[in-house]
């Protein structure tokens, strides 16, 4: 079966500081996929990156960066010099390589970041 | 681009009535998933479509149900509402490796359905 955790049920930072927001996985497939979805209030679900199992290497863009280690099933998400903006809900997904299979998701995280 | 359009955005019903929301998948897309997000809660898998055909079933309740027609749209029906179906539903569209996409899912804005 699959799963995803996420530990870190809310998280508080002021503006620029670091944060690292935690997943955990687990499948039993050799080819998936793991994602990381943002919910700002107004309730989209903005795609944030996806990285295949095959792809380990780390991953940055602007300030966020990605932290895949399939040795220890985590693919961490940072986000450096933090911002308002970034308060939202971050959800941690994961897909096999199967045409219509479902992702899951984990419970996500609530970023509130205070100026 | 073209993105995932869902319809209606907002969708108020009473008790025990009917509700059909409705999905357009990014053109090419040939997967529709469906997706309840309670408040507070993560997104929860309700069904998939690949190829107009069921590929996948979550925790959809009995009372929903839902297809994917010739022209790659999605509806889903919910009868017999309840004061705990009011949730946003996302739907979300994929495309196969055999259509050269990336697999990326990409979810519409959600329909939100307030049941009273």
């Known amino acids: 079966a699959q799963k995803v955790t996420q530990a870190q049920t809310e998280i508080s930072v002021v503006e620029k500081e670091d944060v690292t927001l935690d997943c955990v996985y687990e499948t039993r497939d050799t080819t998936y996929y793991l994602f990381w979805y943002k919910q700002p209030p107004s309730g989209e679900l903005v795609f944030l990156i996806r990285?295949?199992?095959?792809?380990?290497q780390n991953e940055i863009s602007g300030r966020y960066s990605w932290n895949f280690q399939k040795s220890t099933s985590s693919f961490n998400f940072t986000i450096t010099a933090s911002q308002v903006v970034d308060s939202a809900v971050y959800f941690c997904a994961l897909s096999n390589n199967q045409a219509g299979t479902a992702l899951i998701f984990g419970k996500g995280t609530t970023l509130s970041v205070s100026s | 681009a073209a993105g995932v359009i869902q319809s209606p955005r907002h969708l108020i019903k009473e008790k025990r009535e009917t509700a059909t929301l409705k999905c357009y998948p990014i053109?090419?897309?040939?997967?529709v998933y469906w997706y309840q997000q309670g408040p507070g809660q993560d997104p929860q898998f309700l069904i998939s479509?690949?190829?107009?055909?069921?590929?996948d079933k979550g925790s959809i309740p009995d009372r929903f149900s839902a297809q994917q027609f010739s022209d790659y749209h999605s509806e889903l029906n919910m009868s017999s509402l309840e004061l705990g179906d009011s949730a946003l539903y996302f739907c979300?569209?994929?495309?196969?490796?055999?259509?050269?996409?990336?697999?990326?899912?990409?979810f519409g804005e959600g329909s939100r359905l307030t049941v009273l």
């Open positions: 990285r295949n199992s095959f792809d380990e």
């Open positions: 979300a569209s994929r495309g196969t490796k055999r259509e050269g996409s990336t697999g990326e899912l990409f």
């Open positions: 053109p090419r897309h040939d997967t």
């Open positions: 479509f690949y190829e107009k055909m069921q590929s």
